[in-house]
């Protein structure tokens, strides 16, 4: 799962940010990216904090998101900024030329 996260309201993010890294791990996940400094090396990039977590599986990552305890989380941080978040699977578990390039939410 890949977060870009542009913060306008730090307080309000920081009560999001005390409750999430426990069901993040709950759900099997982890960090490998967790806001840090960034440089661009080629082409734009916005201006935002990257988020990266690695998840044993889709169904891990997608019974996270889907979860009752992390849907009144992310409650918490409704106009703390702007998100972007797309979940992408990892190295083998999709064959890339017959994995379709973007998957909409229904």
Not at 26 to 32: I, N, P, S
Not at 73 to 98: H, M, Q, T
């Amino acid at each position: 799962m890949i977060v870009q996260a542009r913060i306008t309201q730090p307080e309000k993010f920081r009560a999001y940010t005390a409750v999430v890294p426990a069901l993040v791990a709950q759900h099997g996940g982890r960090y490998l990216v967790l806001g840090g400094a960034s440089r661009v090396l080629e082409g734009h990039w916005p201006e935002v904090k990257t988020v990266v977590s690695e998840w044993p599986s889709r169904a891990a990552a997608m019974a996270f998101w889907d979860s009752d305890a992390y849907r009144a989380a992310a409650v918490l941080r409704e106009g703390a900024g702007e998100f972007n978040i797309v979940l992408v699977d990892g190295v083998g578990e999709v064959p890339l030329s017959i994995a379709p390039a973007v998957e909409t939410a229904p």
